[in-house]
T-cell receptor
Framework: NAGVTQTPKFQVLKTGQSMTLQCAQD?????MYWYRQDPGMGLRLIYY???????DKGEVPNGYNVSRLNKREFSLRLESAAPSQTSVYFC?????????????FGPGTRLTVL | AQTVTQSQPEMSVQEAETVTLSCTYD???????LFWYKQPPSRQMILVIR??????QNATENRFSVNFQKAAKSFSLKISDSQLGDAAMYFC??????????FGKGITLSVRP
């Protein structure tokens, strides 16, 4: 049982390049989330998927797209990377149900855009 | 929109002593949940403790406890008998009816041996 996995762990891009961050969970969770963490800003929600087949914008969606490929996988795409997207990205998942259910986080991806 | 405020960016505590981390939040909802997460240098986010707003009793988990003051919208974390392994960044978070987590900016806790 690996929990939430993310690939890659580190990535360096040049401005204008594109890339996809991969996330998978093996806990049969319905809901999945993408966050970014910047110094002094905490974690901010980019996109989330309440269930397979649905996605919604979070607090900071501009410059990103997501795909809920199936129940296990939720990917985050940067079409044209910008230096402002340099950040640590976390994927998380949660079983649908009472709001006290905790979110489980992946190990994060450190992305640098030059 | 809900907001979560952690006004202290850093705190320090002597090993074996007690430290309290502050958190306030703003909401118009009556039913919600509050969480404290720990993020050690490994970056992994770890749930420390959670509190349901409808429960008056403060949550406790071993050396960790909260002081939940609903009227004041305050949710502080107390760490007793601090250990070197408690050194980390701590985030306060809120979840309401929309089921989305809103995080505070975090506080860096250092533990002096």
């Amino acid at each position: 049982n690996a929990g939430v996995t993310q690939t890659p762990k580190f990535q360096v891009l040049k401005t204008g390049q594109s890339m996809t961050l991969q996330c998978a969970q093996d806990m049969n969770h319905n809901s999945m989330y993408w966050y970014r963490q910047d110094p002094g800003m905490g974690l901010r929600l980019i996109y989330y998927s309440a269930s397979e087949g649905t996605t919604d914008k979070g607090e900071v969606p501009n410059g990103y797209n997501v795909s809920r490929l199936n129940k296990r996988e939720f990917s985050l795409r940067l079409e044209s990377a910008a230096p402002s997207q340099t950040s640590v990205y976390f994927c998380a998942s949660r079983v649908q149900g009472p709001s006290y259910n905790e979110q489980f986080f992946g190990p994060g991806t450190r992305l640098t855009v030059l | 929109a809900q907001t979560v405020t952690q006004s202290q960016p850093e705190m320090s505590v002597q090993e074996a002593e007690t430290v309290t981390l502050s958190c306030t939040y703003d909401t118009s909802e009556s039913d919600y949940y509050l969480f404290w997460y720990k993020q050690p240098p490994s970056r992994q986010m770890i749930l420390v403790i959670r509190q349901e707003a409808y429960k008056q009793q403060n949550a406790t988990e071993n050396r960790f406890s909260v002081n939940f003051q609903k009227a004041a919208k305050s949710f502080s974390l107390k760490i007793s008998d601090s250990q070197l392994g408690d050194a980390a960044m701590y985030f306060c978070a809120y979840r309401g009816a929309n089921s989305k987590l809103t995080f505070g900016k975090g506080i860096t806790l250092s533990v002096r041996p």
